[in-house]
């Protein structure tokens, strides 16, 4: 159980059009951990955790070779909306429905089914208490969402994707849009979660990387062709105080990017 | 037209204090073109108050004009009984009322539908299309082009359209007929619930359908859930627009609805006559001496197209208000 792989990659390649974002990724991410996947801008780190969910799919030109794996099961087998059931996703800025916090919450459930007020608002409320909103929202659920500042934005959203049960979470930086205070709610947050859920999370901010991480894959893009690679992955702590590769150290240390 | 005197007056810039700038540093050329430049801007301002001006004038005028005039025969009788024709028409306008209540309710009930559903699909299923080969896309070219030829096409023509293919015994013949009328007063405004609906489809923020496909929700669910609601002040719009254009246009309707004074007895009475208000005042203007009972027609129709005005943006932003939650 403690280290049951939840997804994996197995020489993924991703090509939008002509150009070669991601070549060779193979990687195995541990059940119930936070992984953190860093690197330079531009090396396709937020193109590989919108692999998970398949909301490349959106992109129109985009072509992928190998395997990406869902526990067992192929996910570009699976149906897409089965797919990202089970692999929820918080974006980099909040993105909350104009519409009242409880129906923002609601909004995944009831797409799934579930019409039973009383469990909708069970749902409602577990999900804003484990995002650590509950109490700040509890005495009106039905103000605007877009009434909330942008750190309870994005708390509202992680309850949003919490509401749906998935088995994953993936965070394309999800804090890149707040202030200091609410991102440590959010990654103080995000380590209540991993008991739960599998978590991935992007970051560019390597301290975040170095706090919130159990294991952390450092993305590197070609000299040449500018194809984003997974240039070493592993615990975290090691990778942060004994780096493998020279490229690494060379980025953790500040030397670029 | 007002002088140049009474033009400045007008003018809130002149408060702005241009002469305490401190421009002692300045060599006099600098000071004379910083001056010139000032008096051109005050000139080009002065016009820009001008046109303005004009265009709430003329508004006005027409308005104030139509409802003092015509308010002279406005009393509950004139609203309540049906005219009777005639040189100097007895009687009121209660009947074109009711024909032109029913015709827009008829109008909006077939087109609002087809006209957001065909946004819908141009916005988000036909764009995703339009990257491949074949024939699909190829078809939402001209579903595209036709909509933007259909909205210059001439209302008159829409008409002789809806004349030939619903009135005429020679193809649906349903004659002269609330029917025929709704039908082609569809095709009318089709074009106008068409655009403003893709405009607003379109405004709605890319994030909302990827939080929405994040979570699990179909296509389907994302348009109609959130995509819809987020759009509704502006789809609302366009329904508005239509609104006022089926109470405003005569010609199509003389030519599908008739001109009968006998009002449809009663929602669903499609296959009777009517005579719509726009047209009942064309009728007094040209047919009888009632002129003053033309402007009073003229004066509820515009009161009439005030209320719809408010009654929807009210209900619109109810609507908004709720979905958004507080």
């Known amino acids: ?74 996910i570009f087998q699976m149906d897409a909306v089965e797919l990202r059931h089970r692999v929820g996703m918080v974006f980099q800025s909040p993105n909350p429905f104009p519409k009242s916090v409880f129906d923002n919450v609601a909004y995944g459930p009831v797409a799934h089914g579930v019409r039973d007020r009383a469990e909708l608002a069970e749902l409602v409320e577990r999900s804003l208490r484990d995002a650590a909103l509950w109490d700040e929202v509890k005495d009106d659920l039905h103000r605007s969402a877009l009434s909330l500042s942008g750190g309870q934005q994005q708390r509202l959203c ?95 240390t500040g030397r670029f990017g | 037209m007002s002088s140049d005197g009474s033009l400045s007056s007008v003018v809130p810039f002149e408060r702005s204090g241009e002469r305490d700038v401190d421009d002692g540093g300045l060599e006099p050329g600098a000071k004379a073109s910083i001056a010139r430049r000032h008096l051109i801007q005050k000139i080009a301002f002065g016009f820009l108050w001008m046109a303005g001006f004009t265009a709430v004038a003329v508004l006005l005028a027409v308005i104030l ?26 009687g009121g306008i209660s009947t074109t009322i009711i024909s032109t209540v029913y015709l827009v309710f008829w109008v909006i009930a077939i087109a609002a539908p087809l006209g957001v559903m065909a946004a819908i699909f141009l916005v988000e299923y036909a764009e995703e299309m339009r990257g491949g080969m074949g024939i699909v896309p190829l078809l939402v070219q001209v579903i595209r082009f036709a909509v933007e030829l259909l909205a210059g096409v001439p209302s008159i023509i829409f008409g002789l359209f ?14 002269f ?127 009439i197209i005030v209320l719809i005005n408010l009654i929807i943006n009210i209900t619109s932003r109810r609507l908004t208000a709720k979905l958004k939650g507080r």
């Open chain 1, 1 to 74: 159980m403690e280290d049951e792989v939840k997804l994996g990659t197995e020489d993924y390649s991703l090509f939008y059009g002509d150009f070669q974002a991601l070549r060779d990724v193979s990687v195995d991410i541990l059940a119930n951990h936070i992984t953190a996947i860093i690197g330079p801008s531009g090396c396709g780190k937020s193109t590989f955790i919108r692999t998970f969910n398949r909301m490349n799919d959106l992109i129109s030109g985009v072509s992928v070779e190998g395997k990406v794996l869902l526990g067992e099961r192929d």
């Open chain 1, 158 to 252: 992680i309850a949003r994707a919490l509401a749906v049960e998935p088995e994953v979470i993936l965070m394309d930086e999800p804090a890149s849009a707040l202030d200091p205070i609410a991102t440590l709610r959010i990654e103080d947050l995000i380590e209540t979660l991993k008991e739960d859920y599998t978590i991935v999370i992007v970051t560019h901010n390597m301290q975040q990387a170095a706090r919130a991480s159990d294991y952390t894959a450092f993305f590197m893009m070609d000299q040449e062709d500018r194809a984003g690679y997974l240039a070493e992955y592993g615990p975290t702590k090691s990778l942060f105080t004994n780096p493998q590769q020279k490229v690494t150290e060379d980025y953790i």
């Open chain 2, 65 to 90: 004009y139509v409802l003092l005039r015509g308010g002279r025969v406005i009393d509950l009788e004139f609203l309540i009984t049906p005219p009777q024709g005639g040189l100097s028409d007895v």
């Open chain 2, 162 to 175: 809806g004349y030939a293919l619903f009135v005429s015994a020679q193809a649906m013949g349903w004659g």
């Open chain 2, 177 to 303: 007929s609330l029917l025929s009328a709704a039908m082609t007063g569809a095709c009318l405004v089709l074009p106008v619930i068409i655009r403003a609906s893709e405009e607003a489809i379109r405004a709605v923020p890319e994030s909302y359908r990827r939080g929405s496909l994040a979570l699990g929700a179909t296509k389907w669910q994302t348009v109609w859930k959130v995509v819809l609601p987020a759009a509704a002040p502006g789809i609302v719009t366009g329904i508005v627009l239509s609104v006022g254009r089926v109470v405003s246009e005569t010609a199509v309707f003389f030519v599908t609805l008739g001109g009968t004074v006998r009002a449809p007895d009663n929602l669903f009475d499609l296959t009777s006559p009517g005579r719509s208000m726009a047209l009942h005042v064309y009728y007094l203007a040209m047919e009888t001496r009632a002129f003053d009972k033309a402007m009073g027609t003229g004066a509820i129709l515009i009161i």
